[in-house]
């Protein structure tokens, strides 16, 4: 997403958004209603993708990452090869 620039963040937002409200416009076009289960699930992306960015550059995101890191790097089954 380098390509972007400045905006890369806004648009990765907007492509998970387009995707997100795709189920929504898709439901009220044919079925002229749309499932309650896409409040919650677009809800759910939308808050998620607006707090997670922030919480990561955070001191507890910070905190978070010293706590996996040594995971990471010690060999484990997720360890880099």
Known sequence: ???FGAA?????FGVVAL???AGPIFDLAVRRKFHPAYYWGVGTILISM???PPLAFSPLGGAALALV?????AGGPYSAP
Do not use: C, N, T
């Open 1 to 3: 997403m380098g390509s």
């Open 8 to 12: 890369a963040a806004l648009v990765k």
């Open 19 to 21: 995707f997100g409200f």
């Open 50 to 52: 607006m707090i997670i």
């Open 69 to 73: 890191q040594p995971l990471h790097l």
